[in-house]
């Protein structure tokens, strides 16, 4: 058995969406590394054409924002034209977070979070899929989600409900896309050091929610490498509807 040939990707064409962050970034380059043709896309292009320049050959960087249909069509056209076919691997990594009380939270909030991390992955995926149908190609779509779509933590009720959304949307996907050869799963990390989290958990409230991980840290992207290539590679090749939780063991423990 060719067990590096399982996980290969070569000859394949991916499109990461938040690709100028610190998770989409590192998808985009673990794709690229197994051989894959990436598109790296996201609102902020100055990011995402800085690490497609450095990934050199077979990356390039098209703008995307998720809550626009048209530049949906438009970044996978580009992407399309650039690569040299249809995405057959979409990774569905843009989100966003508002931070308040539940009672803070203004309607502007709430949409503006569902708008991205739910409805944003319900019309990229959607894309994805009706050009993948079209052309005939089987191709796996791997949606971002989070061990928040299980549990919750206060202040963050627009983006527990959307990944708790998200979990269901790629069950329903990978149900309905099944019949044209399309693999749906999910991914989803528990806490990731980011630049974003990083002064929390290095306070006494983030250390004490560290010391509740079963494993005693925080995630960090290269954690989410393995998993990633599982599924967009024909290593899952019988995988879909599934959600791969990357936590060490945080949604198991009863504390």
């Known amino acids: 058995m060719d067990i590096a040939g399982l996980f290969s990707l070569a000859g394949h064409r991916a499109l990461v969406t938040g690709a100028s962050g610190v998770l989409g970034g590192h998808f985009a380059r673990v794709l690229h590394g197994a051989g894959a043709s990436v598109a790296l896309a996201a609102r902020r292009v100055e990011a995402t054409a800085t690490l497609a320049e450095t990934l050199g050959e ?19 056209e580009a992407a399309e034209a650039a690569l040299g076919g249809p ?3 979409l990774v569905n990594n843009a989100g966003i977070a508002v931070t308040k009380s539940f009672l803070q939270q203004s309607a502007e909030d709430w949409d503006g979070v569902m708008a991205v991390n739910l409805r944003g992955c319900f019309l990229v995926g959607q894309e994805a899929a009706r050009r993948l149908a079209a052309a005939k190609m089987p191709g796996t779509i791997v949606n971002i989600a989070s061990v928040l779509g299980d549990r919750i933590i206060p202040g963050v009720a ?7 959304g998200l979990l269901h949307l790629t069950r329903q996907m990978a149900v309905e896309l099944a019949r044209f050869g399309i693999r749906v799963n999910a991914i989803a990390p528990g806490y990731v050091a980011t630049d974003i989290n990083r002064d929390y958990f290095a306070s006494e409230p983030g250390q004490a ?24 590679s024909a290593a899952g090749a019988h995988m ?3 959600t791969v939780t990357v936590d060490g063991g945080h949604s198991v423990n009863p504390l």
């Not at 077979?58 to 996978?76: E, G, K, M, Q």
């Not at 627009?158 to 708790?164: E, L, Q, R, S, V």
């Open 58 to 76: 077979r990356a390039v960087s098209v703008p995307l924002d998720v809550t626009d249909p048209r530049s949906i069509a438009a970044a996978f």
């Open 87 to 89: 995405c057959d691997i």
């Open 158 to 164: 627009g983006y527990t409900a959307a990944k708790a």
């Open 209 to 232: 929610m560290i010391k509740r991980i079963p494993q005693r840290r925080l995630g960090t992207p290269d954690d989410l490498t393995g998993p990633l290539l599982l599924l967009a």
């Open 240 to 242: 879909t509807g599934a």
